[in-house]
């Protein structure tokens, strides 16, 4: 009698997937489900939902969009790698890649790829992932290996001069966020916003409230654009 066992489908690697967007999740879950060793365990459509479903679906890999309605992608992708730190991280965005995908690596995810890619393209960034590889674009990748070559601060933008917070502030307030507003989606004090949009009026060199509003509305409606 022959004892092998044919593979189960337990063997599967498992992927939640967070995005906002019903859609969006439905597409991709479809064509997840289309391969023979992935699977997807959960969905989540906000980064609190996602956080409480880790620890009942046990997924080997979060397929994540920053663009989430409760929080930024980038303090979700944080909170993932501190509570579970083995979990990969995959983000699948419409924002640029050469703004969001050094700070998404930062964060502690392990890839970043457009929403425009194909199927095949996402099939081998999931597969690299899960394999103990980092994925970003090969243009992307030059600009980060450029980046680690370069001296500190040469030819750096002023917006990746930005730390997380103060990008996530500068976001807001081109979403037309007040400070207070400001204050209470972040959790913050109004003291501390106030003291971000000073770093964040000194490192891109706006001498005004004004000035630094008209400039996140800009960067904000260049964004929606790409």
Not at 170 to 179: D, E, P, S, V
Not at 186 to 208: F, P, W, Y
């Given at each position: 009698?022959?004892?092998?066992?044919?593979?189960?489908?337990?063997?599967?690697?498992?992927?939640?997937?967070?995005?906002d967007?019903?859609?969006?999740?439905?597409?991709?879950?479809?064509?997840?489900?289309?391969e023979?060793?992935?699977?997807?365990?959960?969905?989540?459509?906000?980064?609190?939902?996602?956080?409480?479903?880790?620890?009942?679906?046990?997924?080997d890999?979060?397929?994540?969009?920053?663009?989430?309605?409760?929080?930024?992608?980038?303090?979700?992708?944080?909170?993932?790698?501190?509570?579970?730190?083995?979990?990969?991280?995959?983000?699948?965005?419409?924002?640029?890649?050469?703004?969001?995908?050094?700070?998404?690596?930062?964060?502690?995810?392990?890839?970043?790829?457009?929403?425009?890619?194909?199927?095949?393209?996402?099939m081998?960034?999931?597969?690299?992932?899960?394999?103990?590889?980092?994925?970003?674009?090969?243009?992307?990748?030059?600009?980060?290996?450029?980046?680690?070559?370069?001296?500190?601060?040469?030819?750096?933008?002023p917006?990746k001069?930005?730390?997380?917070?103060?990008?996530?502030?500068?976001?807001?307030?081109?979403?037309g966020?007040?400070?207070?507003?400001?204050a209470?989606?972040?959790?913050?004090?109004?003291?501390?916003?106030?003291?971000?949009?000073?770093?964040?009026?000194?490192k891109?060199?706006?001498?005004?409230?004004?000035?630094?509003?008209?400039?996140?509305?800009?960067?904000?409606?260049?964004?929606?654009v790409?």
């Amino acid at each position: 009698m022959n004892s092998k066992k044919a593979p189960a489908a337990a063997a599967r690697k498992r992927l939640l997937i967070l995005d906002d967007h019903p859609m969006m999740r439905e597409g991709l879950s479809q064509l997840i489900g289309n391969e023979t060793d992935l699977s997807v365990c959960g969905e989540a459509g906000t980064g609190r939902e996602a956080i409480e479903l880790m620890n009942r679906v046990k997924p080997d890999l979060v397929l994540a969009d920053i663009s989430l309605p409760d929080t930024n992608g980038l303090e979700v992708i944080k909170e993932i790698q501190a509570l579970h730190p083995g979990v990969a991280v995959l983000v699948i965005s419409m924002h640029e890649e050469s703004i969001y995908a050094e700070r998404a690596l930062r964060a502690g995810a392990r890839g970043y790829i457009m929403k425009q890619e194909g199927g095949k393209k996402l099939m081998e960034a999931i597969r690299r992932v899960l394999g103990g590889q980092i994925y970003v674009s090969e243009k992307t990748s030059a600009t980060l290996l450029e980046s680690l070559s370069a001296q500190p601060g040469k030819g750096k933008s002023p917006i990746k001069q930005l730390s997380d917070r103060e990008f996530e502030v500068l976001q807001l307030l081109g979403q037309g966020k007040g400070t207070r507003e400001l204050a209470e989606q972040l959790h913050l004090s109004v003291k501390t916003v106030d003291a971000h949009r000073a770093n964040i009026k000194r490192k891109l060199n706006l001498r005004t409230a004004s000035e630094l509003v008209r400039y996140a509305v800009r960067w904000v409606e260049t964004q929606s654009v790409n």
